[in-house]
């Protein structure tokens, strides 16, 4: 996980942070925003998401809302997916671009109407995306910076859909998968949204910040008998690493294009022109200098972030992320290789305190739910 903050810095705190603490949790510094990283253990929150549920406080990301008569526009200038696909109701995964191919962040974007979009942004990124965004912004479009009027909930599991439905006005069951709308969750009035960033599905329900300790309460009382506990940041970056997604200031960051982070899935180069468009149009045709790619560890130690990628006992690469993941039972982890040492299958190495630790190449994403 990222840890950043700028020195001296008042940290800034979600309404949540006195049920945070009351609670237990153990706080940290993330990106200047004081974060519960675990309550009752980060294997325990991650086994509870992978079984039952989990509720995570997300209240730190970032909305940004883009309006008017040329928000499409502007959106279809800056990101990498074709948000003219979207219909009323519906999100999308994308990127904000960079000119290189790289991305300032990744976001999802919100189609509430035509002429209305809602980002939802990482919150280390949130005050240099939309400085970004408006900069990008000759077509005349409002961007709303909006984060402060929205605190943000993720209610993840197994077990999500029928806790919810004991506090949702309407069954959440209706809402396909990356697909959002008004709704009433324990009595407050939001955005519910089935999206997520665990591997397993799942809701995030955005609404006011004055409500969060109700929403947060009426859930977990909602949830108890079906194993539902509060998780911190620490499971949540477990959990996102077994499903494979990737991290802004990990896999992805201002030298790193999406053709090299396996994301050219959200890279639509038949929308037209945008930012970025030329660098990720030459690499899906001639290709990349790094690559990517997932591993297991067959030695018993495991890898940590920053750790050397070694091939032959050279180091050829770096692990971006790496931890034990704890419903596979292994230690895994991600890196950036060249192309050619990275095909699935292959034998590697991953400096561990000066020692060479062996590991192999699989393919991601590490898990995958059953349907």
């Known amino acids: 996980m990222n840890l950043i903050a700028v020195a001296g810095a008042p940290l800034k705190q979600t309404a949540l942070n006195a049920i945070h603490r009351a609670s237990g949790a153990k706080m940290v510094d993330y990106c200047g925003w004081d974060m519960p990283v675990e309550y009752s253990g980060i294997t325990r929150e991650h086994l509870a998401v992978r079984t039952a549920a989990g509720i995570f406080d997300v209240s730190h990301m970032g909305e940004i809302e883009v309006r008017g008569p040329q928000a499409l526009a502007l959106l279809q200038h800056v990101t990498s997916n074709d948000v003219s696909h979207l219909q009323d109701g519906q999100a999308q995964y ?19 109407a035509p002429e209305h979009y809602m980002l939802c942004v990482n919150a280390a990124n949130t ?3 939309y400085a970004w965004m408006v900069q990008c912004n000759s077509f005349g479009a409002d961007v709303l910076n909006v984060s402060s009027q929205y605190a ?4 993840q599991g197994p077990r999500a859909l029928e806790i919810l439905a004991k506090v949702a006005d ?22 519910l949204a089935r999206t997520g960033y665990t591997g397993e599905d799942g809701f995030e329900f955005y609404f006011p910040p004055t409500s969060s300790e109700q929403v947060w309460n009426t859930l977990l009382d909602a949830g108890k008998a079906e194993g539902l506990i509060p998780a911190g940041l620490g499971a949540r970056n477990t959990l996102r690493l077994e499903a494979g997604y990737a991290l ?3 896999e992805l960051d201002g030298d790193t294009t999406l053709i090299e982070a396996n994301l050219g899935w959200i890279v639509k180069l038949d929308k037209g022109d945008f930012t970025g468009r030329d660098v990720l149009l030459r690499q899906r045709t001639e290709g990349t ?6 591993f297991e560890m067959t030695d018993r130690a495991p890898a940590r972030d920053g750790y050397p990628a070694c091939v032959g006992g050279k180091a050829v690469g770096k692990v971006t992320s790496g931890s034990p993941a704890p419903y596979l039972k292994k230690n895994i982890g991600m890196a950036y290789v060249p ?14 305190r000066g ?6 190449i699989v393919s991601l994403p590490f898990y995958k739910r059953s349907k």
């Open 355 to 360: 020692r060479q630790a062996n590991a192999q």
């Open 127 to 129: 005050d240099r995306d």
């Open 339 to 352: 192309p050619e040492f990275a095909e699935v299958g292959r034998e590697i190495q991953i400096e561990v």
């Open 170 to 191: 309407t069954h959440p069951a209706d809402l396909k998968y990356y697909w959002f709308r008004q709704a009433r969750c324990a009595g407050v009035e939001g955005i």
């Open 94 to 112: 994308s990127a904000l671009m960079l000119p290189n191919g790289s991305c300032i962040d990744d976001c999802v974007v919100h189609r509430f």
């Open 248 to 250: 802004y200031g990990h």
């Open 152 to 155: 943000q909930i993720a209610l």
């Open 289 to 294: 200098l790094k690559k990517l790619i997932g």
